[in-house]
């Protein structure tokens, strides 16, 4: 726990008990404030009162007396309307904050120069920020990880000169730490996201960019127009700032992703171009397609700056083992490849696991969303079968009737026996098992979690079972199956998202 001091003797106002908001409160009181803790729900509200806190409704309190708001990042600062305390707070004069801002006040009464990593992005911020803090593990560092992934900020330890925190930031949280100031500042890409929070795409992007803008050395992707144009305002200010692309192989000293490799082009004095190979990253198993090329990229940019070698990363990039439920590879049965992909709830996110794999026995179906699967016709080819469950198992069948050959399975242990099966008698070099069902769980799954963890134990239990499949050997047997590597940040993958939908993405 990092005690947050700077606010002893202090009372604040803090609203907001799920999540990071009791870690938040503990780390208050650890430091000397008096704490008025409030939610909404009263099953929150108890396990304060479990926790020593005594919920006083912040209604009726008297605001002149608070010096601050701490604000859980779920409830609204500005669209569609501040929540009544933000309201309340501004009537009083009484500023809000939220847990990164106490961080980021503790280090800088702790130690200004603490190394802080802070990454940012619509997509792909929860395998980036697990990614850099893995390569820097691998490479001897001293880290901590949090933020919006998995551990809340204030249950880290605290900053020092020789400890990195590797921090994802939501834009939410970004909106409520004004001293926001990190060593290193990534932001992967901009799309339409929660604009209901926002009010509009550019409001959602001027709070991205003040997360790299504040930064002492920026990595911004260049591959879509919101971030090429906070990189080119970067580039104008003189500000340290680097470039990522998947599509851009002109982009002098860009990291880029092109055709499987990591890739820098460099001008030299003859004014020639010479292009750099970093690393191949088809040996990185746990880093298959282009948005993951997106995602290593701005982890090397980053790594690279904080001093870790071409080497160490390479090595960082190979050995990285994924987040639970995103195209997470959780065993090889013989030449059978089984992919837990539970985090994809709809279309667009399925579709990264076709585009990254080939010969798939695929295990769709659950709650469907608007558009259903139709939008991915174009990758249909390149599956084998389809196994469909759950409710729109129907709905399904129409779409890719004619298309692709299914099996209505119903539930998700009959489709992952029924897709072991016929991947084993593939002729395929490698067969894969991919659970992506491009729905919500909630038909017969309390959250895509306990999906992705019943499809491991489904593949788990196929040893025991007649389906023709081999079962996994011990990783000392060098004839037999490879158990893929369990994970390095499993604290991490837990609670990656908060929701069904995730925090924010």
């Given at each position: 726990m990092i005690p947050v001091s700077t606010f002893s003797g202090k009372t604040v106002a803090l609203f907001g008990l799920g999540g990071s908001g009791l870690s938040t409160a503990k780390a208050l009181a650890a430091g000397g404030a008096r704490v008025y803790v409030w939610d909404d729900s009263e099953p929150a509200c108890e396990k304060a009162r479990e926790a020593g806190f005594t919920p006083y409704d912040l209604h009726e309190a008297?605001?002149?007396l608070f010096h601050a708001l701490i604000l859980t990042p779920g409830a609204p600062l500005t669209h569609p309307a501040p929540h009544w305390t933000v309201a309340k707070a501004r009537d009083a004069g009484v500023e809000v904050i939220g847990d990164i801002e106490l961080f980021l006040r503790e280090r800088a009464r702790l130690c200004p120069r603490a190394p802080l990593v802070a990454i940012t992005g619509t997509n792909g911020k929860s395998t980036t920020t697990?990614?850099?803090?893995?390569?820097?593990?691998?490479?001897?560092?001293?880290?901590?990880?949090?933020?919006?992934?998995?551990?809340?900020?204030?249950?880290?330890?605290?900053?020092?000169?020789?400890?990195?925190?590797?921090v994802e930031c939501s834009t939410f949280q970004i909106d409520l730490a004004p001293s926001l100031n990190p060593s290193v500042g990534?932001?992967?890409?901009?799309?339409?996201?929660?604009?209901d929070r926002h009010g509009s795409m550019e409001n959602y992007a001027a709070i991205k960019q003040r997360l790299v803008e504040a930064s002492e050395f920026a990595v911004v992707g260049r591959d879509d127009v919101y971030c090429e144009a906070i990189f080119q305002y970067l580039k104008r200010l003189g500000h340290a700032v680097v470039g990522i692309s998947n599509t851009q192989p002109q982009a002098l000293g860009a990291v880029r992703y092109e055709a499987g490799m990591l890739r820098r082009?460099?001008?030299?004095?003859?004014?020639?171009?010479?292009?750099?190979?970093?690393f191949d990253l088809s040996r990185a198993p746990a880093l298959r397609g282009a948005h993951n090329g997106q995602n290593a990229a701005a982890a090397f940019s980053a790594c690279e700056r904080l001093g870790v070698t071409h080497d160490e990363i390479g090595a960082g990039l190979k050995s990285y083992p994924g987040l639970a439920h995103r195209m997470e590879q959780v065993a090889r049965h013989g030449k059978v490849l089984f992919v837990?992909?539970?985090?994809?709830?709809?279309?667009?996110?399925?579709?990264?696991?076709?585009?990254?794999?080939?010969?798939?026995?695929w295990i769709i179906g659950g709650k469907a969303k608007a558009g259903g699967i139709a939008p991915l016709r174009p990758l249909f080819p390149k599956v084998r079968k389809a196994y469909l469950i759950g409710a729109a198992a129907d709905e399904f069948a129409k779409t890719i009737e004619g298309a692709v050959a299914y099996e209505q399975c119903g539930t998700l242990d009959a489709a992952t026996a029924a897709a072991a099966r016929d991947a084993a008698a593939s002729d395929a070099a490698e067969p894969v098992v991919l659970l992506s069902p491009a729905c919500a769980s909630y038909d017969q799954f309390k959250n895509f979690e306990l999906r992705g963890d019943a499809f491991r134990e489904a593949v788990r239990g196929l040893e025991t079972q007649p389906s023709g499949v081999s079962a996994p050997q011990d990783e000392t047997d060098q004839g037999g199956a490879d158990a893929v590597p369990p994970h390095a940040d499993e604290a991490a993958t837990s609670a990656v998202a908060q929701s069904e939908g995730g925090a924010e993405s």
């Amino acid at each position: 726990m990092i005690p947050v001091s700077t606010f002893s003797g202090k009372t604040v106002a803090l609203f907001g008990l799920g999540g990071s908001g009791l870690s938040t409160a503990k780390a208050l009181a650890a430091g000397g404030a008096r704490v008025y803790v409030w939610d909404d729900s009263e099953p929150a509200c108890e396990k304060a009162r479990e926790a020593g806190f005594t919920p006083y409704d912040l209604h009726e309190a008297d605001w002149s007396l608070f010096h601050a708001l701490i604000l859980t990042p779920g409830a609204p600062l500005t669209h569609p309307a501040p929540h009544w305390t933000v309201a309340k707070a501004r009537d009083a004069g009484v500023e809000v904050i939220g847990d990164i801002e106490l961080f980021l006040r503790e280090r800088a009464r702790l130690c200004p120069r603490a190394p802080l990593v802070a990454i940012t992005g619509t997509n792909g911020k929860s395998t980036t920020t697990s990614l850099i803090a893995h390569i820097l593990r691998e490479a001897g560092a001293d880290v901590q990880m949090g933020g919006n992934i998995g551990v809340p900020i204030l249950d880290l330890e605290p900053p020092s000169e020789t400890r990195i925190h590797v921090v994802e930031c939501s834009t939410f949280q970004i909106d409520l730490a004004p001293s926001l100031n990190p060593s290193v500042g990534v932001l992967l890409n901009l799309t339409p996201d929660h604009l209901d929070r926002h009010g509009s795409m550019e409001n959602y992007a001027a709070i991205k960019q003040r997360l790299v803008e504040a930064s002492e050395f920026a990595v911004v992707g260049r591959d879509d127009v919101y971030c090429e144009a906070i990189f080119q305002y970067l580039k104008r200010l003189g500000h340290a700032v680097v470039g990522i692309s998947n599509t851009q192989p002109q982009a002098l000293g860009a990291v880029r992703y092109e055709a499987g490799m990591l890739r820098r082009a460099f001008a030299l004095p003859s004014m020639k171009t010479l292009d750099e190979p970093l690393f191949d990253l088809s040996r990185a198993p746990a880093l298959r397609g282009a948005h993951n090329g997106q995602n290593a990229a701005a982890a090397f940019s980053a790594c690279e700056r904080l001093g870790v070698t071409h080497d160490e990363i390479g090595a960082g990039l190979k050995s990285y083992p994924g987040l639970a439920h995103r195209m997470e590879q959780v065993a090889r049965h013989g030449k059978v490849l089984f992919v837990n992909d539970s985090k994809a709830t709809n279309a667009d996110a399925a579709e990264k696991a076709l585009l990254s794999f080939n010969d798939i026995y695929w295990i769709i179906g659950g709650k469907a969303k608007a558009g259903g699967i139709a939008p991915l016709r174009p990758l249909f080819p390149k599956v084998r079968k389809a196994y469909l469950i759950g409710a729109a198992a129907d709905e399904f069948a129409k779409t890719i009737e004619g298309a692709v050959a299914y099996e209505q399975c119903g539930t998700l242990d009959a489709a992952t026996a029924a897709a072991a099966r016929d991947a084993a008698a593939s002729d395929a070099a490698e067969p894969v098992v991919l659970l992506s069902p491009a729905c919500a769980s909630y038909d017969q799954f309390k959250n895509f979690e306990l999906r992705g963890d019943a499809f491991r134990e489904a593949v788990r239990g196929l040893e025991t079972q007649p389906s023709g499949v081999s079962a996994p050997q011990d990783e000392t047997d060098q004839g037999g199956a490879d158990a893929v590597p369990p994970h390095a940040d499993e604290a991490a993958t837990s609670a990656v998202a908060q929701s069904e939908g995730g925090a924010e993405s």
